[in-house]
């Protein structure tokens, strides 16, 4: 069975902290890895990973992908108030279906 | 705008009165889906569309329905709705084979099944 396994399941930092969120995944003809930011509405896409160990970065947020491992992180550095949300990691496999983690849920303190 | 639009926003109903939450996409995507998010749960894919009339079960179709007869529309039929349906839904869409598999998420319909 295809699943998604995020951790840890919720964290509370102050601002100024960095912070690395993990997504392991067993899927079978895995195509791409997504990382979404769902705050108090619809999910908001963040990074698309398809190939091992080439960083994607925007801004503070960076994410990169293991393949033989079958995990991706993402970091935030520098966090703020406005990093608050769930973090969404998501499989898209060869069977046309996307997999969802159950989330990981950011809370930043000021 | 491009945007995936969702009707209603909210919904509270009785069990077993039939209902349809319309989904709508203005990208010219091929592949739209219907999700449910239930606490500790996360996202579950219940169907899911490869282009018109291509449908396909996701993780959980059990008690609903879709169509599929023109690219931009993808409604969510639940014919008898049940208490266990109560949960918040979304729509998406997303181009297959053209590099990015990013979704686009409609806003969500709160629904209630008393």
Redesign the interface.
Known sequence: EDKVVQSPLSLVVHEGDTVTLNCSYEVTNFRSLLWYKQEKKAPTFLFMLTSSGIEKKSGRLSSILDKKELFSILNITATQTGDSAIYLCAVWSGTYKYIFGTGTRLKVLA | EAQVTQNPRYLITVTGKKLTVTCSQNMNHE?M?W?RQDP??????IY?S?NVEVT?K??VPEGYKVSRKEKRNFPLILESPSPNQTSLY?CASSF?NRG?????????TRLTVL
Request: charged letters at 15%.
């Open positions: 592949y889906s999700y500790g749960l996360g996202l579950r894919q899911y490869m396909d996701g993780d979304f297959v990015s598999n990013e979704q686009f998420f409609g806003p969500g």
